[in-house]
Each structure stands twice: as C-alpha cells, then as structure tokens.
C-alpha cells in the first residue's frame, strides 16, 4: 500500500467528515496536485523555491538546458539506465570534486552564460576555468589567520546590512591599504568576496549579485604606485575570469586625479553591462539613496548609520 502524503490523507479526512465520495476525493486530489508548484532540483538535487526559468525567455531557456548538459556525465543516460538518483550523484563525483559540484548550481550557470552574452562555447571555457581555479586557490578554505594582517588595516569589509535589492555590501577604502604583499592582496579580497556571497540566498529570492562602495578619498601615491596599479589588474582579473555577473553596482567616491588615467587604461577591457554599473559619486551623496536605505550607509557617505568596522572585534568573532 503507497504511503499517503499529508496533503493527501487531509483530503480522505475532510472526504470522510463531509460524506463525499470516493470519486469526489479523487477528483479533488487532481486538483490539488496541479496547484502544488514543483520545486526545481540543482545538480546535486538542492530543492530552490525561486523560479529562475521565468525570468528568461523561451530561447535563453533552451540555451541554459543545452549548457546544463555540458557539465552532467556524459554516460550518466536515464534516471532509470543508472538505477537510481545516488548512482547519479556517484557518476558527478567521479567527474568533479565536492568543491566543484558544490559550484555548479543553475544560477552559477545562468551568471557565465550572461557573463559571454549566452554563447555556450565562451561560457564553457570561462567556467571550466574557474573549476580549475577553485581547486588550485582554494577560497573556500582562507582563514582569518591566513589574511588577518590585511583585516588589521581595515580597508575591506562586508557590511552587516543589504542594499534595497537584498544585496549585500561591500565598503572598500583603499587609504587604509599599508599591505606589500601582492598575493595577500588578492586572497583578502577573495576572502571577502567569499564572505559577502555567503550572505546571499538566490534559492529563496534569486538575488546573486553585490553592492560596493568605494572611496578613494585620502588616497595619496602610495596607493596609485605601479606595484599597487598591479596589485588592481591582478584583482580586475580574479573578478572577470571567476566571479563573472556578480557586481550589482559599485559607487567610485572621491577619485584622484591619477584614478583617472588608470581607469581610461582598464575602460577598453571591462564589459559594457558592466561599465553600467559602475557610477561616480563626487557631492550627489543622494544618488546613493535610490539604492541603499540610509540606515545601510555610512555616516561618512550622507546615510544614517554608526557602524564602523573594528579589526579587534573582527577577531573576537572569529
């Protein structure tokens, strides 16, 4: 005898208190089946609530289903050829790590194929170069004993609220940078990439994308150094090739003269989309509202909040 679900057996309950007959609990079961959403699966069969084939349209989802199919086992066959979803699962482990599998959910497959205007080919190359990278930098395993000198300087940080599109933010003042170390450098901002991304719920809300704010006021040439403009591409890189359609919109604040010779350098390499999101704030601090709720922004940047990152807190939280 098949087990009933709860949904199912309210409906035998409520049939035996009205008197219907079998025949109307039938129909009424129907009813309720075709009511009840069904939930997508990722490719290790996380349940997600957010329905990302809506947003797209008839061709994109034929696009994203052909290039799902890129990255499944090629003999994995049927559900019932393997047996059972577990087989499947064993066949994806054989092909890629837990870190990778971990990695390849449908809106990370949805960012790569915008990230190369849903050509499957580019987004192909351009993905599997980022599994390749995860295994060899390994961001899910920086410590905050592993960049804690760069922590110390207080220069990037993930604020403790969202923007009003449920974003999180990240503030970044590279004044404070006093660091030499080039590839510390770079595994400080992927620690609070990492950081910043773990706040997110695009299961729940679809919302995979960030928020940053950037000032460069009291930067002198210290920071605008050939080492530290090196330090920047190293970093512009990291952020093209493995976190491709995360930027929601970044705020450049108070920017030196010298900022702008390297930005008409970067200008021919960044994407349009991206480009897009990127504005300049001088003295319209106001501009900053139609995003971020006051209360979310600094005092510094005309908002409402106190909250003032502390490296010794940081670290008792650790």
């Not at 049939?15 to 959403?37: A, M, Q, Y």
């Not at 990439?193 to 930067?219: H, R, S, W, Y």
Request: aromatic letters at 12%.
């Amino acid at each position: 005898e098949r087990m009933k679900t709860e949904e199912e057996e309210k409906v035998v309950v409520d049939d035996k208190l009205s008197g219907s007959s079998n025949s109307s609990t039938t129909s009424e079961k129907k009813k309720r089946k075709k009511k009840k959403k069904k939930k997508s699966k990722g490719v290790k069969g996380g349940e997600i609530k957010f329905d990302y084939m809506a947003t797209l349209t008839e061709e994109q989802q034929e696009i994203f289903k052909e290039f799902k199919q890129r990255f499944e086992p090629t003999n994995k066959g049927s559900s019932e050829v393997a047996g059972s979803e577990q087989n499947i699962d064993e066949e994806y482990k054989n092909e890629f790590t837990d870190r990778q599998l971990a990695y390849l959910t449908p809106f990370t497959f949805l960012r790569y194929l915008r990230a190369r205007e849903w050509d499957q080919d580019a987004a192909e190359k351009l993905l599997r170069g980022t599994l390749d990278w995860l295994e060899e930098f390994r961001p899910d395993e920086i410590t905050f004993e592993d960049v804690e000198s760069e922590v110390a300087q207080e220069k990037m940080y993930v604020f403790p609220g969202f923007d009003k599109f449920q974003r999180p933010i990240i503030y970044m003042k590279p004044r404070n940078d006093t660091g030499t170390d080039r590839e510390l450098k770079l595994k400080y901002l992927v620690y609070v990439l990492e950081q910043a991304i773990a706040k997110l719920n695009p299961n729940e809300n679809g919302v995979d994308k960030l928020c940053l704010m950037i000032d460069f006021g009291g930067t002198g040439m210290k920071q605008s150094s050939v080492s530290n403009i090196q330090v920047s591409l190293d970093c512009l890189k990291v952020l093209q090739d493995h976190y491709p359609e995360r930027l929601g919109v970044a705020f450049m604040m108070n920017t030196p003269w010298v900022f702008g010779m390297f930005w008409k350098c970067i200008t021919p390499f960044l994407p349009e989309e991206t480009l897009k999101k990127i504005i300049f704030v001088e003295k319209n601090l106001d501009l900053i509202q139609e995003t971020i709720d006051k209360q979310n922004i600094e005092k510094d940047y005309g908002g409402d909040s106190d909250y003032k990152f502390s490296f010794e807190e940081e670290k008792e939280r650790q």
